[in-house]
C-alpha cells in the first residue's frame, strides 16, 4: 500500500480554467531570446485552444484526439488561415507535434506537456502553473490580439493570471476577489507592450471582460493624458468556490495517467469521454461511498489512509482489467465491449468494492458510518453495503 500523507487546509477559492505550465511559458521566452524571434499572436491563440483541449479530454499526457483547428477558428473568432499559420509555426519550432497511437489514431501532443505537469520533475525544477479563466476564450479578448497583431498583450495577461493565482488561493469566499490587485507602471506597460501610452490604453480597454482596471497618478497635461500606475483587479467570473471536499481531483488525476497507460498498452481505441467515465465511474461508486473515512492524523508521507486505500483499489481493478483483454486477445484476437468501457469498469468496481472494505479497520470504518449518518441523517452507505 502506498504510503499515507495527511491533508492540507482545502484551499475555498481557486481559478476557474485550465493549467498552463509555468515552464512552458519559460520555454517560449527561452525561444524568443535565443532565436530573435517572437511568437505571434496566431501561435498563442492556437496554444491556448490546445491546453483547452487537454483540459477537455484531461489527457495528463498532453495528448489530444479531438482537437479540430476549425472549430476553435470559429469558437474564438479567428480566420482558420491564422489559426493554420499558428498552428505551423508551433510545429515548427518543437512546440506541437502530431503522434499515431499504437491504436492507430493519430493526435496532438504539446511537447513536455507530461514532464511539465508532474511532481517528479527533473533538474532540481518544482510543479509549478498557472491557471487560464475559462471566460478569456468566451470573449473577444483572443480575437482582438490576433487581428492587432499583439503577441506582447498575452504575455501580459499570462503574467497577471500568474500572480492572481497565489491571491487567490488565500481567499475564504468568491466575493472577495474583488480586493485582489496587481499593478503597473505605465512606463512598464509601454516598454512591455511595444506602444505608446494611448495604445497601452486599448488594449487594456481589451481586457474589461476579465479584470476592472483603474488609473491611478492621472494628470492632464494640455491635450494629453498622463498615467502614472494602472491597477488590475480579477473579476468574479474567472474564480469559483472549491466544492472538491474530499481532495479527490488530484487522485484521480494520477489514476487516470495510469489508466492511458493500460488502453494504450491495449492497443484499445478510446475516446476522452471513456477516460471521463471511468473516473466518474470510480468516483461514484468507490470515493462517494468512502469520502467519510477518517484520516489518520498521525500519517506521514504520501498519502492519507483512506487515498491510500482507494489507490489499492483502483489498481487492483486495473490490473484486473488488463489481464482480462490480454486473455481475450490472446484467444479470439479481438475484444469488443459490449455497452462502453466506462460501464466495463463500472462493474468491476462494484464488484471489488464490498471485498475491499472488509480491510478497513473496525474503528475507521464505525467513525465513517458515525460521521455519515451526523451529515445526512440517513442509513450510511457503507452500512448498506
Same mark, same amino acid.
Not at 468512502?290 to 482507494?310: C, I, M, S
Given at each position: 500500500?502506498?504510503?499515507?500523507?495527511?491533508?492540507?487546509?482545502?484551499?475555498?477559492?481557486?481559478?476557474?480554467?485550465?493549467?498552463?505550465?509555468?515552464?512552458?511559458?519559460?520555454?517560449?521566452?527561452?525561444?524568443?531570446?535565443?532565436?530573435?524571434?517572437?511568437?505571434?499572436?496566431?501561435?498563442?491563440?492556437?496554444?491556448?485552444?490546445?491546453?483547452?483541449?487537454?483540459?477537455?479530454?484531461?489527457?495528463?499526457?498532453?495528448?489530444?484526439?479531438?482537437?479540430?483547428?476549425?472549430?476553435?477558428?470559429?469558437?474564438?473568432?479567428?480566420?482558420?488561415?491564422?489559426?493554420?499559420?499558428?498552428?505551423?509555426?508551433?510545429?515548427?519550432?518543437?512546440?506541437?507535434?502530431? #503522434?499515431?497511437?499504437?491504436?492507430?489514431?493519430?493526435?496532438?501532443? /504539446? &511537447?513536455?506537456? =507530461?514532464?511539465? $505537469?508532474?511532481?517528479? @520533475?527533473?533538474?532540481?525544477?518544482?510543479?509549478?502553473?498557472?491557471?487560464?479563466?475559462?471566460?478569456?476564450?468566451?470573449?473577444?479578448?483572443?480575437?482582438?490580439?490576433?487581428?492587432?497583431?499583439?503577441?506582447?498583450?498575452?504575455?501580459?495577461?499570462?503574467?497577471?493570471?500568474?500572480?492572481?493565482?497565489?491571491?487567490?488561493?488565500?481567499?475564504?469566499?468568491?466575493?472577495?476577489?474583488?480586493?485582489?490587485?496587481?499593478?503597473?507602471?505605465?512606463?512598464?506597460?509601454?516598454?512591455?507592450?511595444?506602444?505608446?501610452?494611448?495604445?497601452?490604453?486599448?488594449?487594456?480597454?481589451?481586457?474589461?471582460?476579465?479584470?476592472?482596471?483603474?488609473?491611478?497618478?492621472?494628470?492632464?497635461?494640455?491635450?494629453?493624458?498622463?498615467?502614472?500606475?494602472?491597477?488590475?483587479?480579477?473579476?468574479?467570473?474567472?474564480?469559483? #468556490?472549491?466544492?472538491?471536499?474530499?481532495?479527490?481531483?488530484?487522485? /484521480? &488525476?494520477?489514476? =487516470?495517467?495510469? $489508466?492511458?497507460?493500460? @488502453?494504450?498498452?491495449?492497443?484499445?481505441?478510446?475516446?476522452?469521454?471513456?477516460?471521463?467515465?471511468?473516473?466518474?465511474?470510480?468516483?461514484?461508486?468507490?470515493?462517494?461511498?468512502?469520502?467519510?473515512?477518517?484520516?489518520?492524523?498521525?500519517?506521514?508521507?504520501?498519502?492519507?489512509?483512506?487515498?491510500?486505500?482507494?489507490?489499492?483499489?483502483?489498481?487492483?481493478?486495473?490490473?484486473?482489467?488488463?489481464?482480462?483483454?490480454?486473455?481475450?486477445?490472446?484467444?479470439?484476437?479481438?475484444?469488443?465491449?459490449?455497452?462502453?468501457?466506462?460501464?466495463?469498469?463500472?462493474?468491476?468496481?462494484?464488484?471489488?468494492?464490498?471485498?475491499?472494505?472488509?480491510?478497513?479497520?473496525?474503528?475507521?470504518?464505525?467513525?465513517?458510518?458515525?460521521?455519515?449518518?451526523?451529515?445526512?441523517?440517513?442509513?450510511?452507505?457503507?452500512?448498506?453495503?
Amino acid at each position: 500500500m502506498a504510503k499515507w500523507r495527511k491533508q492540507s487546509k482545502r484551499q475555498l477559492v481557486k481559478m476557474d480554467g485550465f493549467r498552463f505550465p509555468h515552464l512552458l511559458l519559460e520555454d517560449l521566452r527561452t525561444f524568443q531570446e535565443e532565436s530573435k524571434k517572437q511568437v505571434p499572436a496566431s501561435a498563442y491563440a492556437v496554444l491556448l485552444a490546445v491546453l483547452k483541449q487537454i483540459h477537455i479530454e484531461k489527457n495528463s499526457q498532453g495528448k489530444v484526439q479531438e482537437f479540430n483547428l476549425s472549430f476553435w477558428s470559429k469558437k474564438l473568432h479567428v480566420a482558420y488561415s491564422t489559426m493554420h499559420a499558428g498552428r505551423k509555426f508551433l510545429e515548427e519550432h518543437g512546440f506541437l507535434y502530431e #503522434e499515431i497511437l499504437p491504436n492507430g489514431l493519430p493526435v496532438w501532443v /504539446l &511537447a513536455n506537456y =507530461q514532464a511539465y $505537469t508532474t511532481p517528479e @520533475l527533473s533538474k532540481g525544477h518544482e510543479l509549478n502553473y498557472f491557471i487560464v479563466p475559462h471566460t478569456l476564450l468566451d470573449t473577444t479578448i483572443v480575437a482582438e490580439f490576433v487581428r492587432t497583431s499583439n503577441p506582447e498583450a498575452f504575455e501580459l495577461v499570462f503574467s497577471l493570471f500568474n500572480q492572481f493565482r497565489h491571491g487567490v488561493a488565500k481567499l475564504d469566499h468568491k466575493k472577495e476577489v474583488s480586493a485582489l490587485e496587481q499593478s503597473r507602471t505605465m512606463k512598464t506597460l509601454k516598454e512591455k507592450l511595444k506602444k505608446r501610452s494611448k495604445s497601452v490604453r486599448e488594449v487594456l480597454a481589451i481586457l474589461q471582460p476579465l479584470f476592472d482596471i483603474e488609473y491611478t497618478g492621472v494628470q492632464v497635461r494640455g491635450r494629453q493624458l498622463w498615467i502614472r500606475k494602472v491597477v488590475f483587479r480579477l473579476k468574479p467570473e474567472c474564480v469559483k #468556490e472549491n466544492t472538491d471536499e474530499f481532495h479527490v481531483e488530484p487522485l /484521480l &488525476a494520477k489514476f =487516470q495517467e495510469n $489508466t492511458l497507460y493500460i @488502453l494504450d498498452g491495449l492497443k484499445l481505441r478510446y475516446k476522452p469521454r471513456d477516460l471521463f467515465d471511468i473516473m466518474l465511474s470510480f468516483k461514484q461508486e468507490v470515493l462517494d461511498v468512502v469520502k467519510h473515512l477518517t484520516d489518520d492524523d498521525q500519517a506521514e508521507g504520501g498519502y492519507t489512509y483512506r487515498d491510500a486505500w482507494a489507490e489499492t483499489l483502483f489498481f487492483r481493478c486495473l490490473d484486473q482489467f488488463e489481464q482480462h483483454i490480454r486473455t481475450q486477445l490472446s484467444r479470439k484476437g479481438t475484444f469488443s465491449f459490449h455497452t462502453s468501457i466506462g460501464a466495463y469498469f463500472r462493474t468491476i468496481y462494484r464488484r471489488e468494492l464490498p471485498r475491499a472494505l472488509k480491510s478497513i479497520p473496525y474503528d475507521k470504518m464505525h467513525q465513517a458510518k458515525y460521521q455519515e449518518y451526523l451529515q445526512t441523517g440517513q442509513v450510511p452507505a457503507l452500512h448498506l453495503i
